[in-house]
């Protein structure tokens, strides 16, 4: 049987397996492991870009900037297929995939995003991906452009790099 830790529990074992990885007293942060490589796409920008470059590059998040790359939004995998598809769970099952090239990022994607300073702790930074039931955090500057994004999979990586 499975028993969900709390969520407090869970990041203060993480801090743990941190502390074991990396030594006691290190201070690791949001710019050490955030993606810095970033694709992005424009408000008008079509669904069907957005598509491809989530398949092709094999990512789940892509923010939305305006023309001076201040984030304005944030567009998922997941909300992708919830527009283009009748069901979640079988691809095939895609019966608005002629949409993609009419609809813009721009109707779809999602505002109001909770975003984070290159400068914060890590375990600040998971502790609010978790207690927000977010996968990733845009990380900007303090007038709004886009420096980057922190996913789970950067903490993944980041573990992985301590163990080998």
Do not use: W
């Amino acid at each position: 049987m499975y028993m969900r830790e709390s969520k407090s529990s869970s990041i203060k074992e993480s801090e743990k397996i941190l502390n074991s990885i990396y030594g006691k007293g290190r201070k690791l942060y949001v710019k050490d492991i955030m993606s810095k490589d970033l694709i992005t796409l424009h408000i008008d920008s079509k669904l069907s870009v957005a598509d491809e470059l989530v398949h092709q590059r094999a990512i789940n998040h892509v923010p939305i900037v305006d023309d001076d790359d201040k984030l304005i939004g944030l567009i998922t995998s997941k909300d992708i297929i919830r527009e283009t598809c009748q069901t979640q769970t079988h691809r095939t099952n895609c019966v608005r995939e002629e949409l993609k090239d009419k609809i813009s990022v721009g109707e779809i994607m999602r505002g109001g995003l909770i975003t984070i300073k290159d400068g914060t702790l890590i375990t600040k930074a998971a502790k609010i991906m978790v207690e927000e039931n977010v996968g990733c955090l845009p990380v900007v500057s303090n007038n709004g452009l886009l420096l980057g994004i922190l996913t789970e999979k950067d903490f993944v990586s980041l573990v992985s790099r301590g163990i080998n």
